[in-house]
């Protein structure tokens, strides 16, 4: 059975990809002929082939999908297979962002003449327009075909996890589609309201399509997922990652977007006459890092808002291990950007002693400085934002806060490699030199490679530290229900809170309603290093 799925759906994917790309360049080719364009010799021979491969891998793959589906209607459990729906879904996968891109392409040629004033190409239009639709074609008939299995027979284990796949990898590339077609958009429209010269070298139509071709892949499958798969999926892991890997995406942009900002005001401030190459037009170099702020941060809240709501849904182990994860992936992002920052701050620094010292004309500091300068507080600012570095003793354990002591310790490890091979270097080039000089420029590298040595190597220590302490509390016993001090009764609104000496110290009853575990423990994670409580759930009112 097995082997016979494997048979039918791998010719089946093959003779699908044949056939359309017969379509799509047969389509094309007729185009041309009919437009009455190009040389007709070569459009002839290609008109050739392109039919041949057609003609060939239509009947061989229309005959396996009929006895896939033959086969499928007979029995329930081929119908439910996971090499079936691998195939259904790998081909949605397929064209759906693929007509995504062609409609991308087929939009910013339609309004280029309106938005750009280029010329109206009659036959580049119609031929991305014919792909587009090639594609949807394909895409539709296997999406129907897909949901009538799953209506038949249902959908779990691996056929419903290729589903997430398919679903969120065309949700994840739709929504990254449309935040660049939307940042390019603003970016332009900037630009163009300045009258900047900037706005000559780009088109407004391309990031058009290209929001156009984004909105509707991520806008269909958001929709089906939120109407059909809502309570299937939200508490899937795949939901999740897909989740992550945006945010962090949009993290990573809207730091560096901020830092550019900050760069450019630093360096106007400082009387740097052309920062980055923007030239002396402070308010057009503001225009793309302030829209991909913009465009990126407002997507960065919104997949927060839904990570949240998605925890929220669950248990409370889970809620707890997504804020952890999202706490944690900011954390590792911004202290890159933090690292990165003071780099090049300090090499900046250094470059500029070592220039003193060696007697070389020392580069200019201001352009630099300015840039690492603002990375440096951006990234200060969000991680500290999100970094507890003494948190309470399930949060020390969770496998998100130690994927990032282990990564931020990757990082200065290769940090520091990279940078004693560059010291390493510079110290050999002049000493295997026939004519070693100190006063080379080259030399300025050993200041460069020495910051990265020195930021990477307190990087690393800190988190090593924190890494042992919160190995050392890992291994701490955790005291038993019985063995807990005893709780005196709450203290009412006319009784004032009171404490009764023990044997062991003070100890305190306190009533907490509205807020869950983790809740708690993150509020009485501030308790001196000797105190210690437990908790204790009632369903009794205090």
Known sequence: MILRRLYIYLVSIAALVVLAFGLALLGQTLLQLAFNTGDNLFNRTSLA????????????????????????RRDPAERASAIRRLYLYLACAASSIGAAVAL???????????????????????????????????????????????????????????RRWYMYIALFVGLFMMLAGAQGLIWLAWLRGLHSELANYHTLSAPAGQLAGGFLLWAFHARV???RFANDDRRSE????????????????????????????????????NPGGAGSDLLAAFAQPASTMVVYGAAWLLIRRRLARDAGAGEGARQAAMRRFYTNLAALVSMAALAIGAIGVLGTLLIQLEAQVIGVTAPDWKDPLSLWVTL????????????????????????????????????????????????????????????????DPTNL??????????????????HRRILRSDSTSRHAVPVPPEAAPPVTPAATADEPAHATQEALGLHYSLSVVGATEDDV????????????YHLKASDQPA
Not at 144 to 151: F, G, L, P, V
Not at 253 to 270: G, T
Not at 377 to 404: C, D, F, N, T
């Open 376 to 439: 440096l507080i951006v990234g200060g600012a969000v991680w500290l934002a999100h970094w507890r570095p003494v948190p309470w003793l399930e949060e020390r354990q969770a496998i998100s806060r130690r994927i990032y002591l282990w990564a931020a310790l990757l990082g200065s490890v290769l940090g520091v490699l990279g940078g004693g091979i560059g010291l390493l270097y510079v110290v050999l080039q002049q000493a295997f030199s026939l004519r070693p000089r100190l006063d």
């Open 104 to 162: 991308a392409s087929t939009v910013a040629g339609a309004t280029q003449q309106q938005l750009d004033g280029a010329l109206f190409d009659e036959l580049a239009i119609a031929q991305v327009a014919w792909v587009t639709i090639v594609l949807a074609a394909i895409w539709a008939f296997h999406y129907r075909i897909a949901a009538r299995d799953r209506a038949a027979v249902g959908e779990v284990g691996a056929s419903a996890t290729l």
């Open 238 to 273: 795949l939901r999740a990652v897909e989740g992550f890997i945006a945010v962090a995406a949009c993290i990573a942009a809207a730091l560096i977007s901020a830092s550019q900002i900050l760069y450019f005001s630093a360096a106007h401030i400082l009387g740097v006459a």
């Open 521 to 532: 423990h993150q509020a009485l994670a501030n308790l001196p290093p000797q105190a210690s």
């Open 445 to 462: 590298g050993l200041a460069q490679s020495l910051a990265v040595v020195v930021v990477a190597a307190a990087v690393g220590l800190y």
């Open 225 to 227: 997922l939120v109407t």
């Open 49 to 72: 082939g392109y039919t041949a491969a057609v003609v060939v891998s239509l009947p061989v793959w229309a005959i396996h999908m009929w006895f896939g589906g033959r086969f499928a």
